[in-house]
C-alpha cells in the first residue's frame, strides 16, 4: 500500500516528485476520451522508469499466441490494444544540455489531474548543470469536444539566466508493446510529411496471417510558439527518420522570459476514415482545432466535463480520503468509454495501460453496465450491448470451434472483434459463465430502462444462441435424475474443471428461463417481431423450446442441507474449510503459493455463489442471502479486483454495516493507494464501477422493481452525508442522504414516483422532496 497520493476532493495530486513511483502516477493520472486515451507521461526526455503508453480505441494486434503446450482449441492470436504514436513529445535543450527530469536536479515539483475539468497539470523546478535554474509550467488534456484530439501547452522560464534554447516537438511511432508476446514491434510506417510547424505520420499495422483487419492511423501535429505571450514567427527546421517526424526552434531566451509551446494533436484511425482520407483528413481537423486554439478548446471539453459531472457525481461530506476515492473512479469511468461508437468497449484497464490486451471482458455486463445506465443517456448502455449483438455470428463460430453447432454462441471470455483470444484452457474452455453474463446484461437494460425493444430488435437474437450453447454444455445425469454441467471454471478462478458450480448452472438455468419467458411474451405481443427473430435463427419451436423448457424442470443445484448453503461446487465439502484469518501471513495466495495449492484450498478468488445472490437477489429470501455471505465471505481472498464490491453490495443489503463498509474501502481506493501492488500496470476499471455500485447499489440500496425506482438508503458512520446523481425512465434526480433525511431533487422536467425506504414518493418536474 502506497500513500504518496496527497487527499483532494476534485484532484489526484503528487506534492515532490516520487521517481520510484513514476510508473504508477502515470497510470493514475492517465487522460482519455473514448477515442483515444494515454498515460500521464512527460513531454519531455525522460530516462528514468517510464511506461510510454498512447492507445487508440479499436485498435489491436493479433500477437500470436505463446503457450507452453498447445491445446486444440486454442485461438490463435491474443489481439493487443496497440501502444501506438507518442505524440505528447517534446524535447527541450537548454544550450547543451536536453532537458531529462530523470538527470537533473529537482527542486519542485508537482503534478496534478485536475477531475473536474479533465486536465493534467505539471509544475516544475528544476536546476541544470552550471546552477540554471528552469521553471516548467505543463497542461494537457484529450479533448472530450473533440475526441480523436488533444492539445498542450508547455510553458518554461529560465529563472537565473539567458541561453539559446531548441525545443523540438515531434511524433515518434518507435514504440512497442511492452506486453508482446515475442518483443515485436506491431507497426510499419506507410509516410511522413513535415511542414512548417506541422508534422504528420501515418502508421500501418504489420501484415498477419490470420485475416485480422490491418489498422491504418494518422498522427498528426501542429504547433504554436509564444514569447511572453506574443506570437513568434520562428522558423521550424524539420526532421524526420523512420517512424519519426519533428520539427524544431531555435531561439535565444533572456533571464524570466517565458516561452510557451501550444502542440495540437490528432489521432485518426482506418476504423473510421478511408485509408486515402486519413492523411487530409488529419490535416482539415488539426488546421481547425488550431484555429480554435488551446484556450477554446479547453472551455469547450471543460464544458463536456461539466455535462457529464452534471449526471453522474458523488458528493460524500465528512471523508477527502473517500470523496477522491470515488471521483477518480467516475472520472476514468467517464473518458474511457463514452458510448458513441458500438464498435468500442470497455477493457479492464481503459487507456492506462496494456494488462488484460484491452480486451472485452464479462467485466463490461456484469459491472459497467449499471453504471452507464444509471448515469448517462440509455444509448451508452445500449451500445455495450450492440456490441455483443454484432460478435453473435463470431460467438456462434467460437462455439463450432469447440464442437458446438445449430447456432450455439459462446461468447469469448477475452476478444477485440468477437474472436476469443484467451488461452489457457481452464478458462477459455471453462469459465464459460461469461455466457451468462452477456445475458443477464440484456434483463438489466431492460429492467432498468422498461425498454422492451432492445429485446426485440436484437437481445433475442442473443439470447437464443446462448439458450442453445447451454443445452448442448448441460448434460442429463441418470444417476441424479437431473441435468448436470461438468468441468467448468466459475468466476472464483481458484477452482478449475469443477462439476456443478452453483453459478455457473444458475445463471445457465437463468437465462433458458428468460429465454423462454421472452419468446412467449413476443408471442403474445408481436408476432410478427417473434416471427423475425425465428426466421433470423431457425428457432424450432416445439423442440428447442420443449428442450430448454426441460432443463428448467430439471436442474441441479448443488446444496448442504446442513449448513443451508448452495455449494460453490459439489465437491467443496471435501475441502479443509479455512477461514482467511487462518492464513493470513500467506496473503495475496496468488503470489505466496503454488497453483497447486491454491486449487485444493477453499479460498475463493472473488465472488462466486455470491455473485449469483448479487444478481438474483430477486429469487432468495434475506436469510438465504445471510447464511450463504456467513459462509462463504470468510473464505474469500478478494485477490481479483471485481470481488469487493459485490460483498459490499450484499452486506448492505442484510444490514452488515460495518463489513460493506470494509469492503467499499477495499474497491475505492484500491489504484489510489496501490492496495494490490500493481497501478503500474494500468488502473482497475471495469472493477471502478464496481465501487460506483457500491455506493448507489449499496448504501443506497438503489434497485428497480416491477419498473420502479427503489432506494433503501443510510449513511455509513465514517461519513456524515453523500449525494449521487442518477438518471431513471427520463428523469434526473440528484439524491442526498443524511443521517436523518433524504432529499431527493428532479433536476429534469419528467416527474417520478419512486419508494424511498418502502414509502411511495412522488417527484414532480424541478421539484425537491424531503423524506
Ligand atoms: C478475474 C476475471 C476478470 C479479469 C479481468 C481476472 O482476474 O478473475 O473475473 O474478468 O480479471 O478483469
Redesign the pocket.
Known sequence: MKNYISHDEWCIVENGFHPENNEITESLMSLGNGRMGQRGNFEERYTGKTLLGNYVAGVYFPDKTRVGWWKNGYPNYFAKVLNACNWVGIDVQIGDEMLDLGKCQIDEFRRVLNMKEGVLERTVKVTLSGGRQLSIHTKRFCSMADDESGAISYSLVPLNFSAECIITPFLDGNIRNRDSNYDESFWNEIAKESGDHAGYLTLETKENPYGVEQFRVTTGMKFEIKINGEPTQLESQTFTSEKYVSGSIKCTLKESDNLTIYKYAVNLSSANYAADELLPSAKTYIDRISEKGFDQMYAEHVQVWADKWAKNDIVIEGNVAAQQGIRFNIFHLGQTYTGEDERLNIG?KGFTGEK?GGGT???TEAYCIPFYLATAEHKVARNLLVYRHKHLQKAIENAEKLGFSDGAALYP?VTMNGEECHNEWEITFE?IH?NGAIAYAIYDYTRYTGDQSYLSEYGLEVLIGISRFWKQRITWSTDRNKYVMLGVTG?N?YENNVNNNWYTNYIAFWTLRYTLENVSRLWAEDTQALNEVIHKTGLKLNKELGEWKHIVESMYFPYDENRKVFLQQQGFLDKELLTVDDISDHRPINQKWSWDRILRSCFI??ADVLQGLYFFEDEFDSETVRRNFAFYEPMTVH????SPCVHAILAAGIGLKEKAYEMYVRTARLDLDDYNNDTQDGL?I??MAGTWMSIVKGFAGQRVKDGVLVLNPYVPEQWNAYSFRIGFRGSWLKISVKKREVIIENTSETALKLLVKGREIAVGSLETVVV
Open positions: 479492464p488484460y471482458y464479462w467485466d471470455m469459465e461469461r468466476p478462478e478468488k472473488q485477490e481479483s479486483s471485481l482497475h471495469t472493477s
